[in-house]
T-cell receptor, first 116, second 113 residues
Framework: AQKVTQAQTEISVVEKEDVTLDCVYETRDTTYYLFWYKQPPSGELVFLIRRNSFDEQNEISGRYSWNFQKSTSSFNFTITASQVVDSAVYFCALSGPNTGGFKTIFGAGTRLFVKA | DVKVTQSSRYLVKRTGEKVFLECVQDMDHENMFWYRQDPGLGLRLIYFSYDVKMKEKGDIPEGYSVSREKKERFSLILESASTNQTSMYLC????????????FGPGTRLTVL
């Protein structure tokens, strides 16, 4: 089965705390793609990162970092020194040949509250 | 700046009405998508289109139809709206199916009374 699990429904942190959003996926594909999207209160999903299954290098972009581990089928997202503007719903997603011909499967999302 | 636009941010309709949700993208993307977003369920694919006049059912197509007469425009149609179709509807487009990111519109929050 192709599946994305974001076990954390809601996380609440205080500004400047670090926070990690978990994403665990299931796939039988050897070639697949993983994504993270951010949905701020305005509603429009914004793309954050894409990873293909052959690239296990961790990625850092400013305060954001991603840890991709095929051994545990996880693609976790860490925000360092969180800010109020990071408050949003974050979605992890998967696509591959067996997600229905490269359709994208989204996790249920994690709502992050960052309090000032 | 790349853009996906949707015809309405908020829409209120009555049960049994025919509802049209319009989506336009300016990126010359082949692929366009309609999702429905409900709390706790994430995004669920209703229909997608990989070319003009081509469409494929997603995971929850029942009660919906789509139309793609021009490359830049993808319409979602609720033939006879029902209260269980009250939801947030998101349109997206992408260059290559599944291999590249999707660009999303701002969403239409539809309420069916």
């Amino acid at each position: 089965a192709q599946k994305v699990t974001q076990a954390q429904t809601e996380i609440s942190v205080v500004e400047k705390e670090d926070v990690t959003l978990d994403c665990v996926y299931e796939t039988r594909d050897t070639t697949y793609y993983l994504f993270w999207y951010k949905q701020p209160p305005s509603g429009e999903l914004v793309f954050l990162i894409r990873r293909n299954s052959f690239d296990e290098q961790n990625e850092i972009s400013g305060r954001y970092s991603w840890n991709f581990q095929k051994s545990t089928s996880s693609f976790n997202f860490t925000i360092t020194a969180s800010q109020v503007v990071d408050s949003a719903v974050y979605f992890c997603a998967l696509s591959g040949p067996n997600t229905g011909g490269f359709k994208t499967i989204f996790g249920a999302g994690t709502r992050l509250f960052v309090k000032a | 700046d790349v853009k996906v636009t949707q015809s309405s941010r908020y829409l209120v309709k009555r049960t049994g009405e025919k509802v049209f949700l319009e989506c336009v993208q300016d990126m010359d993307h082949e692929n366009m998508f309609w999702y429905r977003q409900d709390p706790g369920l994430g995004l669920r694919l209703i229909y997608f289109s990989y070319d003009v006049k081509m469409k494929e059912k997603g995971d929850i197509p029942e009660g919906y139809s789509v139309s793609r007469e021009k490359k830049e425009r993808f319409s979602l149609i609720l033939e006879s709206a029902s209260t269980n179709q009250t939801s947030m509807y998101l349109c997206a487009s992408s260059l290559l199916l599944g291999q590249y990111e999707q660009f999303f519109g701002p969403g239409t929050r539809l309420t069916v009374l």
